[in-house]
């Protein structure tokens, strides 16, 4: 018996049964002395006698119940204020307890890896079926873990409502444990606990200027380290913003291509089914929309109005609005020439038309007979006016490589040379050997890249003097925010610790918040983001 219940040893076994799905236990306490909790003097004197009924870990698949008879005792120590007590057992069950000891560590693992409602699913399995509200009540029951204050902080923000309400999370960078959940994301209340907790040495945490501040005032003495995964994707940025500002190199990746004799119809096309054009030619209803925003977005700037002022008058988000400010022109927001095209039922099709169109076949009816049988959910219709512009010309060209695309360019860029592909590095190389501006900016990117996994942060203030020297206004930004943070910046090239643990743990919150379908109560979202594991 002891092998398969080691935690009744201390009991007297009378019986076990099997009533239905149910294992029944019949036990007993052992006629030992037991201690008064008042003062605990020790009794064997007995009073009555009751039963507890206690839930235990399944057998076989069975629930285990355990009818436990307990002793009341009288208290033989005149003084004490109690004249009669019932025995415990600690090593089975708490006082009042329904449920053994070992039947409440599950169900804590279970409420705090899985939540309520997929919690109570799972325990039906268990044969120790208990409600959402019994596995949320086991979690919020759990005290909070002792925590000493870590020699290096992680400090990242987290959404409890996005766009709305967010919180801090706190780790220690050595253990990789969260030690506290903030309610808000403001300096005052990230430099509150800091005062509270002295002993902090090294904080890391991305660019936020809230985190930046609060570190300051909490622990002046600490050392700032900023995020090198947060300042590469900033570098991304600005390099993008430089590719689509010299965007005509980017043609040189394709070869020449002979002007044809015959009306180009796919050219046609394009213009009668909403094919991309340049920027500066668009006039549909997107274009003229986002020049009309950038207009009245920079009439405000020029008036002294701040980004979420200039937010809340045009009822822009403040990321949008910011987006609008740091543009050069209107045509840069319009680099992308997809923006505002809706994609056609017809687009996969396509080749397979032109194909079987240059093959003699201009039947339209067996033409969408065929792509019907490809898959093609829509009419015949759509494909007939597809196809009568290509009624001029017996065979429909091919058209000329498109270049590649603005933000495929960023990519080459910021990707290690040794990791390129060859196809892919020709076609940069071909791209930089006519654009001297693109070709210092590969230079920057590259060097940039050696500082930061060199980890030679001495070397950071002679990069951004090299870039100031260059004209490139979008990295010109980037190296003015570089040198508000500038501390930070070096501490993060020249030490070997990162951010990535806090990110990992933001991930998890969110994984903890699907599981909870979103509804979770700000102090039971904090118990399972300290106590899981």
Same mark, same amino acid.
């Given at each position: 018996m002891g092998v398969l219940f080691p935690h009744l040893d201390s009991l007297v076994i009378r019986e076990v049964r099997v009533v239905g799905s149910t294992v029944r236990i019949e036990a007993a306490t052992r006629d030992e002395p037991a201690a008064c909790p008042g003062c605990a003097t020790r009794s064997r004197r007995v009073h009555s006698r009751y039963s507890r009924r206690l839930a235990d870990t399944a057998i076989t698949g069975r629930e285990v119940v355990i009818e436990l008879q307990v002793r009341r005792l009288f208290c033989d120590y005149s003084d004490c204020g109690k004249t009669a007590f019932a025995e415990l057992v600690p090593q089975l069950a708490a006082r009042y307890g329904r449920r053994t000891l070992l039947l409440q560590r599950v169900l804590r693992a279970v409420a705090l890896a899985l939540g309520g409602r997929a919690g109570a699913r799972l325990t039906g399995h268990l044969a120790a079926s208990v409600s959402r509200m019994t596995l949320l009540r086991q979690i919020r029951a759990l005290p909070d873990p002792i925590q000493a204050t870590p020699r290096v902080l992680g400090v990242d923000d987290f959404a409890l409502r $996005?766009?709305? $309400?967010?919180?801090?999370?706190? /780790? *220690?960078?050595?253990?990789? $444990?969260? /030690? *506290? #959940?903030?309610? *808000?994301? &403001?300096? +005052? &209340?990230? @430099?509150? !606990?800091?005062?509270a907790h002295?002993? #902090?040495?090294? /904080?890391?945490?991305?660019?936020?200027? +809230?985190y930046a501040e609060g570190a300051t005032k909490g622990a002046p003495d600490a050392i700032q380290v900023a995020d090198r995964w947060h300042i590469w994707h900033n570098l991304g940025d600005a390099v993008e913003r &430089? #590719? @689509? $500002?010299?965007? &005509? @190199? %980017?043609? @040189?990746?394709?070869?020449?291509v002979s002007v044809p004799q015959r009306p180009d119809i796919v050219d046609v096309a394009a213009d009668l089914h909403g094919g991309p054009v340049e920027p500066q030619l668009r006039q549909d209803r997107v274009a003229v929309r986002t020049r009309q925003r950038y207009a009245a977005v920079h009439t405000l700037l020029a008036e002294g109005r701040s980004l979420r002022g200039i937010g809340i008058e045009l009822g822009l988000a403040r990321g949008t609005a910011r987006r609008f400010a740091h543009a050069e022109s209107p045509d840069e927001l319009l680099v992308n020439n997809r923006t505002?095209?809706?994609? =056609? /039922? %017809?687009? *996969?099709?396509?080749?397979?038309?032109?194909?079987? !169109?240059n093959e003699g076949h201009t039947n339209a009816t067996r033409l969408f007979e065929e792509i019907q049988k490809r898959g093609f959910r829509g009419s015949e219709k759509i494909v007939r006016a597809y196809l009568h512009s290509f009624r001029t010309t017996a065979r429909i060209p091919k058209p000329a490589p498109k270049p590649p695309a603005v933000r495929r360019v960023t990519a080459w860029i910021m990707t290690n040379p040794d990791n390129i592909d060859s196809d892919d590095q020709a076609r940069l190389d071909a791209i930089v050997s006519v654009s001297p501006e693109l070709a210092s900016l590969v230079a920057h990117v590259r060097e940039f890249a050696a500082i930061m996994g060199e980890r030679r942060g001495r070397d950071l203030e002679r990069w951004m003097? +090299? #870039?100031? =020297?260059?004209?490139h206004p979008a990295l010109h930004s980037f190296v003015r925010g570089l040198r508000r943070d500038q501390d930070a910046v070096t501490a993060g090239f020249t030490l070997p610790w990162s951010s990535g643990a806090v990110e990992g743990h933001v991930n998890r919150i969110k994984m903890l918040k699907r599981q909870m379908f979103g509804r979770a109560n700000p102090d039971l979202l904090r118990k399972r983001i300290l106590l899981s594991d």
């Open positions: $996005r766009g709305h $309400r967010y919180g801090t999370i706190l /780790i *220690d960078m050595q253990t990789r $444990r969260p /030690i *506290d #959940v903030l309610t *808000d994301r &403001t300096a +005052a &209340t990230l @430099a509150a !606990w800091l005062q002295p002993g #902090v040495e090294i /904080i890391c945490r991305d660019r936020a200027g +809230a &430089t #590719v @689509a $500002r010299h965007r &005509t @190199a %980017l043609t @040189a990746t394709n070869p020449q505002g095209y809706r994609r =056609s /039922i %017809l687009d *996969d099709y396509k080749p397979y038309l032109h194909q079987r !169109w003097a +090299a #870039v100031d =020297s260059d004209d």
